[in-house]
């Protein structure tokens, strides 16, 4: 696993990389996995609409009632290829506070186990640290054990778990953006 650090960064959604984010958005369909975070499910269709809907989610406008403003940044390397996003949310609501945090994160399948997860939620605690997030609340799946080792790394302290109706586990961690 390589340190990723100087390879690559965080960059707000934009129409110069549309070729790039199509590539990273295909691949991840194709996985027949869940999208993660949730704004990479948007439908890039119409990718400057997607892009404008990102950056009036991070302004607090348009977003649907009962969300929050959220801040959404994709992880670009040196060659301009996307290999994960990150959504941040402002706040946290009661339903984001047992099962959602402040912070969602993937990496595209073809780039996993290269370090690039740990070095997203690195460089999004930094992000969220700007937005005044002083702690930030990271969860995942228990049967996630990357995400987990992922969110220890950078600093994530478990909380209790949450069990949501279905059954699944939900760990929580804190993590301070400082």
């Known amino acids: 696993m390589q340190n990723q650090g100087s390879k690559v960064t965080l960059v707000e959604p934009t129409e110069t990389l549309r070729e790039a984010y199509m ?6 369909k194709a996985s027949g996995e ?6 990479i499910a948007l439908d890039p269709a119409d990718f400057a609409g997607m892009v404008q809907s990102l950056r009036e989610y991070a302004s607090g406008a348009g977003i649907p009632e009962g969300w929050v403003s959220s801040s959404t940044f994709w992880l670009v390397t040196l060659d301009k290829r996307i290999v994960g996003a990150v959504n ?7 339903t984001l506070l047992h099962t959602g945090g402040h912070i969602g994160y993937g990496v595209v399948p073809s780039a996993r186990r290269q370090g690039y997860a740990t070095e997203l939620l690195k460089q999004a605690l930094l992000r969220a640290s700007e937005l005044g997030i002083e702690q930030a609340l990271v969860v995942c799946d228990a049967v996630n054990t990357a ?3 992922t969110i220890r790394k950078n600093g994530g302290i478990e909380d209790s778990e949450y069990i949501e109706e279905d059954g699944n586990v939900i760990r929580r961690f804190w993590v301070s953006t400082k």
């Open 23 to 28: 590539v990273f958005y295909e691949e991840w």
């Open 34 to 39: 869940s999208f993660v975070p949730w704004v």
């Open 88 to 94: 941040i949310r402002h706040r946290l609501t009661d």
């Open 147 to 149: 995400s987990e080792r």
